[in-house]
């Protein structure tokens, strides 16, 4: 069988979503997926760890970090900035691994403007309903009402680019949701630019076709 480039899967939506919770499930259903852990400058949430929820940086890393060319894209988000290191990108996708972004629309566009573009997959998540977005963001129960306020009132400049997406997911059931997420990944494996050894193959088949008689 032929080897496979990897891919860039990011999946963006408004906060509550359900972006985080599908990203999981999608890496429980195939472990060969790395997350791409973000850098960010904003401080952590009760139980979240350096190094695996985020890479917690100072304004000044983080800002050193650009300036040498080591993020892939980087944005201001809620007041902070965040942005995806390169290195394990590139090294994932040499090896033949996918990688998963959780990324908003700036991050989505820059990564899908830059050399790696062709090889990325982006999928945006909608809630069914305002109302049912509000109802996850209370029910997660991580943030004040005054955080919660200030996600909701962002969660319409997200929705806004929903059409630069490949692919528009309304996250109502979570299990159909889920399944339709895991066949566009199946498929976009599939793409003849995610196979690097098709070339050689057809040249194989030239040559058997030819000496054929
Ligand atoms: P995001 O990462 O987009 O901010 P989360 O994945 O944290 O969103 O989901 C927000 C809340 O909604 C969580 O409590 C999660 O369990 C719940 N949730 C996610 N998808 C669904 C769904 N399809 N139906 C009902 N609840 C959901
Ligand atoms: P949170 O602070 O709730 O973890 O994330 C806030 C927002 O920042 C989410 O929409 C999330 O997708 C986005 N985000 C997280 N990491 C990155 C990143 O590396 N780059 C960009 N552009 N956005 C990010």
Redesign the pocket.
């Given at each position: 069988m032929s080897e496979r480039r990897g891919l860039l899967i990011i999946l963006s939506?408004?906060?509550?979503?359900?972006?985080?919770?599908?990203s999981r499930r999608l890496r429980d259903w195939d472990k060969t997926i790395s997350f791409s852990v973000s850098a960010t400058t904003r401080a952590p949430r009760e139980g979240e760890k350096d190094g695996q929820d985020y890479h917690f940086l100072t304004e000044a890393q983080f800002k050193a970090d650009v300036a040498q060319g080591e993020m892939l894209e980087h944005a201001h988000v809620f007041g902070h900035f965040y942005g995806s290191p390169k290195a394990p990108v590139q090294a994932a996708i040499d090896a033949g691994r996918d990688v998963l972004f959780?990324i908003d629309w700036q991050g989505a566009q820059q990564i899908q403007n830059s050399a790696l573009g062709a090889h990325t997959l982006s999928i945006f998540?909608l809630p069914p309903s305002i109302k049912e977005l509000h109802r996850?963001?209370e029910?997660?129960g991580q943030d004040t009402a005054e955080v919660i306020g200030k996600r909701m009132q962002k969660s319409w400049d997200e929705i806004s680019h929903w059409a630069e997406y490949d692919y528009v997911l309304i996250?109502?059931?979570?299990e159909e949701?889920e399944a339709r997420l895991r066949s566009i990944v199946s498929a976009a494996r599939l793409k003849r630019v995610q196979q690097p050894d098709l070339n050689a193959h057809v040249m194989r088949l030239q040559t058997e076709f030819e000496d054929r008689s």
């Open positions: 939506s408004p906060s509550g979503a359900g972006k985080s919770t599908l959780d998540i996850r963001l029910s997660r996250n109502d059931d979570l949701t």
